[in-house]
Every structure is written in C-alpha cells, then in structure tokens.
C-alpha cells in the first residue's frame, strides 16, 4: 500500500458517479469521442450517451446538407440512415472496443437511432422549405 | 405567429419551448423529490460497485448474499420509482402535446407550413396531409412536424438535461427475476 511522506497509507479514494460518465453533457462525451482511440477507457453508459450524440450530430449535419444540395426522394433518405449506422460502426470498430460488454452490435446500433431520423427529417424538410422555396 | 421566421421554423420552435417547460414541471413534480434521487444515486453506486466485480462464485459468501439482498431490494426501489415516474411522464405528456396541437392548429389549420423533400409513403400521407384542402403531394401539414418534434426533440432533451432516470435504472425496473434468483430467495 502506498504511503505518504509521514508514513501513513494514502486512503485510496472510491470511484465517484462522475467517473462512470453519466454526468458528462453532450459537448464534453462528444469531444472525447473525437479525440478517442483504442486506448480510450468506455464506461457502458457513457458510450451509449456517446453513440447518442454522434448520430444526433450526422442527423443535423446531414440534414442541412441534404435540404441544401437538395437530395430528394427516397433514396436519399435511405442514404442518411445507411450512413448513421455505418459511421457509427466504422467510429467505434476503430476503437478496437469489444462490442458484447456494451451490449452487442444491435444495442450500440439502435442506441439513438429514432431520435436521430425525427432529427434528420425535421433538419432535411425545414432546410430544404427554406432554401428552395 | 412571429413575424419573419418561416412557419416550419416557429412551429419547431414552439415545440422546443413545450418540451422544455415540460421536463421543468416533470423535474418539480418528481426528479428532485428526495425518494428519486436516493434511488437513482444508490442505482450509480452499484453500477460502481459491479464495474470492478467478476462476476459472483458458484458459493456465495455471507457478503454476497447480502449484496444480492440489497440488490433486489434496490431494483424493487427502482421499479417503483420508475412505475410512478411514467404515470407522471404520460400526464405531463399528454397535457402538453393536447396544448401544444391546439395552440399551432389555431395558427395553422388548413395551411401547408414546409414543402417535403419526397413524397410521404401511403401510411404517413394522412398525417402529412392532415387538415390541408387538396394538398399537393409534397405538402406538408403542422400535425407532421409536431410528430417529428415529439420524436426527436424530447429524447435529446432529457438526455441532455440529465435530470430524469439512468438507462440501468429503467433496465433495472423493467427485469423480470429469473430462475436462478428465485431459487436463491
């Protein structure tokens, strides 16, 4: 056990809610998932907030650019959700992250995903009303 | 309504504005009541706890069988935490949505407020279309936009805002005992 100068051991601190990530706000998980690589430590629920805020941010993205371009029809819509779930899985493959402690391939792809299509729908249909009409 | 924004704009807008005020009463009626927060607390010290366990032995010891006591004794806690923070939820739901879909209707009966970017499917065109005399088939009604709202903009909300129930304490309160627990008991 470690000690300090005098001789007494350190009272080791315990794990903190804070350490597990839920406290993290959006902008806080989103620049960790930026500058993530496979070393990077993933509490489960503070990944799944991460993967959340990902797809909310491609929605919002994509959104604009697609009512800005403009992509129309079906195929386009399709597009979207094709990219949002392959960007996700590319994003957390490359952290080298063993999928079944989260949950599997189907909770991490489904975390957040209706949410982000209302986004993506509400962001497509609103940019597109106004730039082209 | 306001002057100078586009319709889809204000309706979204207003949307956000009710969903908003809508977790500051749900946060007031039940996420700061002291019950809740002692649930949802012991629920993240657990999660604590279990992050640095193995996993339990085939022979509990004295202290895991205590530990498993006060385990389901929390997601006993949890569940009706929970079971009451739904009835709240729906209420406070419903009361807002009820509002919000008459205040908009009053501004925007009859009116195409966005132009959609692809002819809606035969299932959504009666809530795209809802209230418009002969629309065109890319037109697009208030009721629409308010469903897409509801859908997208109340589950980023609370996430963001923190304020409501933890994913392990809605898993928590939606387990099932299996048998190995049961024979346990």
């Known amino acids: ?133 | 309504m306001v002057v100078g924004l586009p319709d889809i704009v204000e309706v979204v807008l207003f949307n956000f504005l009710a969903v908003l005020l809508s977790e500051i009463a749900l946060y007031y009626a039940k996420y700061r009541q002291t019950g809740f927060k002692s649930v949802k607390e012991a629920v993240r010290r657990q999660v604590n706890r279990d992050s640095g366990k193995n996993g339990l032995g085939k022979l509990k010891s004295g202290r895991e069988r205590k530990l498993e006591r006060k385990d389901n004794n929390l997601k006993r806690d949890a569940t009706k935490e929970v079971a009451m923070l739904r009835v709240y939820q729906g209420g406070v739901t419903a009361v807002m949505i009820f509002t919000v879909y008459r205040a908009l209707n009053l501004a925007f009966w009859a009116k195409s407020i966005a132009k959609l970017p692809f002819e809606p499917a035969s299932f959504l065109r009666m809530l795209a279309h809802r209230g418009l005399e002969s629309p065109a088939a890319n037109d697009c009604s208030m009721a629409f936009v308010l469903a897409l709202c509801q859908l997208g903009i109340r589950p980023n909300l609370s996430l963001a805002l923190g304020w409501g129930p933890s994913r392990r304490m809605n898993a928590m309160s939606a387990v099932i005992p299996n048998q190995q627990d049961v024979a346990a008991r």
């Open chain 1, 1 to 133: 056990m470690s000690t300090s100068a005098v001789g007494k051991p350190l009272q080791r601190q315990p794990s903190t809610s804070k350490t597990l990530g839920a406290e993290k706000g959006p902008v806080a998980l989103l620049v960790k998932a930026l500058r993530a690589d496979a070393h990077t430590h993933w509490e489960e629920e503070e990944l799944l907030n991460t993967v959340h805020w990902l797809k909310q941010v491609l929605a919002l993205v994509c959104g604009l650019l697609w009512g800005v371009v403009p992509l129309t029809g079906l195929a386009a819509f399709l597009g979207f959700v094709a990219l949002n779930l392959a960007a996700v899985f590319c994003w957390y493959r490359m952290q080298r992250l063993d999928e079944d402690l989260y949950g599997g391939h189907q909770v991490l792809l489904s975390e957040g995903f209706p949410p982000s299509v209302a986004v993506f729908l509400i962001v497509w249909i609103a940019t597109f009303t106004v730039v082209q009409h």
